[in-house]
Structure formats: C-alpha cells, structure tokens
C-alpha cells in the first residue's frame, strides 16, 4: 500500500523559510514522478512543483519560480521542498503526490498517489 506522509509545515514569518519533506513508503520511489501540490482555504488545489523520476527535471508554478526548489534523495523515499522568502499568499495546506513512470504533469489528474498534507502559514 502506497503511503505519502508530508512534514515540516509550520507558522513562519513573511521572508523566512521551510523546507517540506514528504517520505513515501509501499511504492519503487525511484520509478516514481513526485509533485507538490497546494490549497488554500476556498481555493482550488493548484500545482507547486514536481521532479521526474529519471534525470531529476523539475518545473515549478510561475508563483513560486525563484523562490521554492524541489529536490530528491532516492536513497531515503523521500522528496523535499525547500521554500524561501515566503509570503502570506503561499499559506496553504501542501500536498505531496506521485505517479509512476509519469511526466512532469501539473494537474492533478497527473498524479495517482497522495499524501494528506501539510499546513504552511506565512505570517505577514
């Protein structure tokens, strides 16, 4: 059974950092595309990021260009999002999800596997 578990969300103050980490269990994390994805409260889950599961590609949202970076470390089942000079508009709860073989697909019908989330409140 594929398990996402998402941790490192917080409270923060505008321009400070956190870094998400999502550990997957149940599943080949090698063969699998991750993503990040978020929602805020009355708001649609939009896509964040994601990094294939060969080469290490990544894309983001235009939102969060420049300041969030996704990275992976296979040997630990784990996918990281590193968030810097955060603002109030990225609070949301984030979503860690995955797909097999995938490509890096920013909908969520791209993705096949997801965690419960993880709260980020920015503070301004």
């Known amino acids: 059974q594929v398990q996402l578990v998402e941790s490192g969300g917080g409270l923060v103050l505008a321009g400070g950092s956190l870094r998400l980490s999502c550990a997957a269990s149940?599943?080949?994390?090698?063969?699998?595309?991750m993503g990040w994805f978020r929602q805020a409260p009355g708001k649609e889950r939009e896509f964040v990021s994601a990094?294939?599961?060969?080469?290490?590609?990544?894309r983001y949202a235009d939102s969060v260009k420049g300041r969030f970076t996704i990275s992976r470390d296979d040997a630990k089942n784990t996918v990281y999002l590193q968030m810097n000079t955060l603002k109030p508009e990225d609070t949301a709860v984030y979503y860690c999800?995955?797909?097999?073989?995938?490509?890096?697909?920013?909908?969520?019908?791209?993705?096949?596997?997801w965690g419960r989330g993880t709260q980020v409140t920015v503070s301004s």
């Open positions: 999800a995955a797909v097999r073989y995938g490509a890096l697909a920013d909908s969520i019908p791209g993705y096949n596997y």
């Open positions: 149940g599943m080949i994390f090698s063969m699998h595309t």
């Open positions: 990094i294939n599961w060969i080469g290490g590609s990544t």
